[in-house]
């Protein structure tokens, strides 16, 4: 990943993906499990209105779950407070941390 990366963020990286905290496959229904509906929470998804958050394997074969930005935004948040004490290139610069940079990216992103 590189700084370019961070300009937008259109498919969430795996590190990232694991301080936000995907939730189990058998917690989803068969609308957040095929993408149609956010992971968290309730809200149809567009393509504009979607975050990517990647290819993952589950019990029935591969899936490919997304979430709305609002929701998105407020899980990285929160995992900015997880993530970043515990975090050698934060405790530096923050700048310098490239999951650091997609989770401030993915805050300003559900704020729109």
């Known amino acids: 990943m590189t700084r370019d990366t961070v300009t937008r963020v259109d498919v969430v990286p795996p590190d990232v993906l694991t301080v936000l905290g995907l939730p189990s496959f058998d917690e989803l229904t068969p609308d957040q499990v095929r993408g149609a509906v956010c992971v968290w929470g ?42 970043a004490p515990f975090c050698e290139p934060c405790a530096d610069a923050a700048e310098r941390c490239e999951t650091s940079l997609v989770l401030y990216r993915l805050v300003r992103e559900g704020r729109r």
């Open 42 to 83: 309730a809200e149809l998804l567009t393509a504009d209105s979607a975050v990517d958050l990647g290819e993952h394997d589950g019990p029935d074969g591969r899936w490919w779950p997304r979430a709305c930005r609002r929701h998105t935004g407020e899980r990285a948040h929160r995992g900015l407070y997880d993530h």
